[in-house]
């Protein structure tokens, strides 16, 4: 790996941290506001994702793998988010 | 860089994963014997009537009922499941005892049977007894499925 | 980079667990279905608040567990092993939090795995997960006895990567836990 | 064979393969009384053949795991055994003791066996699988501990392998294990709950530990390829075993009055249990491929791919089929369990087994290496006759089971057991058919024993 001098400031991964922190009061307030519904869902789901794909890319550093490895964690959250998507979706179409 | 794939962390994986998982295990049987009370059934096994049906169970054993038949679905899968048959045989103990006391000895030609085990009056009542409170056992779905086992 | 960050081998463990959970959320999601009322009843019997702390305790904890790393990186072991510590508060405050959360579940009100199917996924996904931060914490706890016998530096630092790795999937589950469990109704 | 004292080992297997060819005669026993129903009535009733078929089953495949065990950890320790003398005394006591039970079976009625062995002052019988006369399993006890102290001891003098630690872990967890044989409350829920303590934690836990470690010395020695790499694939493997089958174990506690619950650990976990050995058909195949050396035991090479193969189908897809609670909620207890017993524990146990036979008797019969062509040629016969019979068996007995799970309890009128059992007559006769053919693929294994010995032994062409 090539290291290079880093610039004072800030690093990415705190801007990543301010993100995810962000994200979890918009999803927190959401919560304790009673918000319900299909759409309000599925942003806060949406978020959550968001947030996961975060950590795979930046904290877990699979962004900078390439080929195979890239990939397990960004799968692992569409397949579950369409799952429950759905679930939810098929739920708010029921009602 | 360092090998991407030691033996030493496959090693504390397969150890620390299965100690993990064994923990796991031992709490989720914690939670089970707590919530045995509420399905095993186990209020009929006091009384003169639970010494009855213990006695039932030691005949269900020393005369190897489970190598022809099922009970709640476990044992040989030769003959009927039995965890409700006191239901099957319309919840009537004296049916399940006439039943077994009338087996032929040497059998049916060419068709299965089940053995003549000559119980007196007692061993039957056991028995029967046994098999009702089997089938008073809460189930989840409330299995099997029907009647018919 | 053809690998990911750490031991290979906790990777294909990590992808395991990632595996296990996803059947559990799918599960709760479809039985959700046939069980709206419940679930949009018991959810509200939820600790919004703890869940919230919780969640920033996770990922700040994720966070100092980015920078340990990246301290190791630049060879510096004494501040590699602050951070992990930093980290391993984080995840206490975690584990007391949500240890009151079940004080009022379990002992207050007396639910258990037989309560509900609500109570039933609420139990399982957070019980599961609870013991996945101890054992995260307890990688953890290895890594920085390592690291302040001077084990790792900027050459060889795998270990603390593994460590870091795991930390990480566990803060992930939490982040889809959160609002599935909590919020989305 | 480097060591003495790992000839030991020969008895164990030539008791293993006797025990086997009773096992499978039993098994056609059985077979045939499925469609003859009053076939040997009363002499050998089903139960007394289903108890000798099971019984001898998992007696030679504790003989097979011992011998194993004895020949693999002197190697691997790289000394002699502790006490050969205990080996071979050990080995005659469990094997009277065997001799003594399936002979009480076939001799007595079960309820004077009961008797006889005074079972009323610690209940243990009559139990699947745990027929056993009291007295018999704390001989078990008796023999396995000896064993262990034998072969732990071995190993503390010794080399110190992964192979060595991960087979006596095995065997340590089979031993404590079977302690819950010993447990039988009157109380059906909590002794079938505590009775698969025994059987899953064995089958699905414990054991497979035993055998990962047996097809990593196997592949090891055929193969050629480094220790350090198929060790490290072997705790991967494992590992993955007991992460997914510890909590497995739920795919049991479905339906016998234990919680609810239990459906989603049990249909969760359980349906991850395909993994491990799908990893496990990759890893074999994997070690094959990168091979260093063309060993001239080619049928060894061909019993320890096929295991992984055939433990993957039976395990894992025919397990998988009836795991999740949705569906065992139909098939419970039918003659799924039974295609999926009958594959899995051919694919899984008695494979490895062989395998390791294969490889280790033509040195212990004084072999430079392997046998000679003539036998391996037999013996490759046996294996896929046995093989082939095998997943036949299992696919007339999962149609059998499919249509049974129909008749009997999906359909808006079920019928009968009885009934049932007619209607899928058919599937049992051909049961019975490739049942045949395993026997006579059997047959071949053991003459391949006897074939071709004064030939010169099989070696490999130069590539």
Not at chain 4, 237 to 252: C, D, E, K, Q, R
């Amino acid at each position: 790996m090539k290291s290079t001098k880093r610039k004072l400031g800030i690093r990415p991964c705190t801007w990543v941290y301010l993100f995810l922190i962000t994200f979890t009061f918009v999803t927190s307030q959401v919560g304790q506001m009673g918000l319900s519904g299909l759409t309000v869902s599925l942003l806060v789901l949406m978020l959550a994702l968001i947030k996961g794909q975060l950590v795979g890319y930046y904290f877990m550093g699979l962004g900078r793998v390439k080929g195979l490895w890239h990939w397990p964690v960004f799968i692992w959250l569409f397949i579950p988010g369409i799952l429950i998507g759905t679930a939810f979706y098929l739920t708010a179409a029921r009602v | 860089m360092a090998q991407a794939f030691t033996k030493a962390m496959a090693r504390n994986i397969f150890y620390g994963g299965s100690l993990f998982f064994f923990l796991l295990l031992l709490a989720l049987t914690f939670q089970t014997e707590a919530d045995f009370p509420s399905r095993d059934n186990r209020a009929a096994l006091e009384g003169p009537k639970g010494t009855q049906i213990a006695e039932g169970k030691r005949l269900w054993e020393e005369n190897d009922c489970i190598g022809c038949h099922t009970l709640l679905g476990e044992g040989a899968y030769f003959a009927p499941e039995l965890a409700n048959v006191y239901t099957r045989f319309g919840n009537s103990t004296d049916a399940i005892k006439g039943f077994i006391a009338s087996r032929p000895a040497d059998g049916i030609p060419g068709r299965r049977s089940m053995p003549q085990f000559n119980f007196n009056d007692e061993e039957l009542s056991a028995l029967a007894e046994f098999l009702k409170y089997v089938s008073e056992i809460k189930t989840a779905r409330n299995w099997p499925p029907n009647i018919q086992g | 980079m053809r690998y990911p960050p750490g031991d290979l081998a906790i990777w294909i463990f990590i992808l395991a667990e990632l595996v296990v959970f996803a059947a559990f959320f799918a599960a709760y999601a479809f039985t959700r279905m046939n069980n709206v009322e419940l679930f949009n009843e018991f959810q509200q019997q939820l600790d919004q608040r703890a869940a919230l702390i919780n969640t920033l305790a996770l990922i700040t904890s994720s966070y100092f567990v980015v920078r340990a790393v990246s301290a190791i990186r630049e060879d510096n072991r004494r501040h590699c092993v602050v951070w992990l510590l930093a980290a391993l508060a984080m995840g206490a405050l975690f584990l007391i939090v949500k240890m009151g959360e079940y004080q009022h579940h379990f002992i207050v009100e007396g639910v258990s795995l037989s309560t509900n199917t609500f109570y039933m996924f609420y139990i399982s996904l957070t019980f599961f997960h609870f013991m996945h931060v101890i054992m995260g914490m307890v990688i953890l706890a290895a890594v920085v006895v390592m690291a302040a016998k001077g084990k790792y530096s900027a050459a060889e630092h795998t270990g603390v990567e593994t460590g870091a790795s795991y930390w990480h999937m566990v803060d992930l589950l939490w982040l889809i836990i959160f609002p599935l469990v909590y919020v989305m109704r | 064979m480097k060591y003495k004292s790992q000839s030991v080992a020969k008895l164990y297997f030539i008791a293993a393969i006797a025990l086997f060819v009773a096992q499978i005669l039993f098994g056609l026993i059985m077979g045939l009384q499925y469609v003859v129903g009053d076939f040997l009535f009363p002499t050998i009733p089903f139960n007394v053949a289903r108890m000798v078929h099971t019984n001898t089953l998992i007696i030679w495949l504790l003989m097979a795991f011992m011998g194993a065990a004895y020949y693999l950890i002197p190697e691997e320790a790289e000394t002699e055994l502790f006490a050969p003398w205990l080996a071979t005394l050990m080995f005659w006591i469990f094997l009277a003791a065997a001799g003594a039970t399936v002979a009480g079976y076939l001799l007595f009625s079960y309820s004077d066996l009961a008797e006889l062995t005074m079972n009323e002052l610690l209940p243990t019988m009559g139990r699947e699988f745990l027929e056993q006369p009291t007295i018999t399993k704390i001989g078990i006890v008796v023999v396995v501990l000896a064993f262990l102290f034998n072969i732990g001891m071995t190993i503390l003098k010794g080399r110190k392998t992964s192979i060595n630690l991960i087979m006596l872990l095995g065997l340590v967890g089979l031993a404590v294990f079977f302690l819950f044989s010993f447990y039988n409350p009157v109380n059906v829920v909590r002794d079938k709950f505590y009775w698969w303590w025994v059987v899953h934690l064995w089958v699905e836990g414990v054991w497979e530990l035993i055998l990962g470690a047996m097809l990593a010395f196997v592949l090891i020695k055929v193969t050629g390829v480094d220790r350090e790499v198929i060790e490290k694939w072997l705790y991967i493997v494992i590992a993955m075993v007991l992460i997914t089958g510890l909590i497995g174990t739920g795919h049991h506690f479905y339906w016998i009055g234990t919680p609810d619950w239990w459906q989603w650990w049990g249909s969760i976990f359980s349906a991850m249990e395909p993994i491990p050995f799908f990893m496990m058909t990759v890893f074999a195949f994997n070690m094959v491929h990168k091979r260093r050396r063309e060993h001239p035991n080619k049928v060894a090479t061909l019993w320890a791919l096929g295991t992984a193969v055939m433990a993957f189908l039976g395990a894992g897809v025919w397990g998988f089929l009836h795991t999740l609670s949705p569906v065992n909620y139909y098939t419970h207890g039918t003659q799924i369990t039974a295609a999926h017993g009958h594959m899995a524990f051919y694919g899984a146990y008695v494979m490895i087994s062989l395998a390791m036979i294969s490889y280790a008797m033509p040195l212990l019969r004084g072999r430079n290496a392997a046998n000679p062509a003539k036998s391996q040629v037999l013996e490759m016969w046996s294996f896929w006759l046995m093989t082939v019979s095998m997943v036949f068996i299992t696919l007339f007995l999962t149609g059998a089971g499919i249509l049974q799970s129909y008749l009997q309890r999906v359909s808006d009128n079920p019928m009968p057991f009885m009934v049932v059992q007619e209607q899928i007559n058919l599937f049992y006769w051909l049961r019975e058919i490739a049942g045949l053919v395993f026997l006579i693929g059997l047959v071949l294994y053991v003459a391949s024993f006897f074939v071709g010995q004064n030939e010169p032994e099989a070696v490999v062409a130069d590539r």
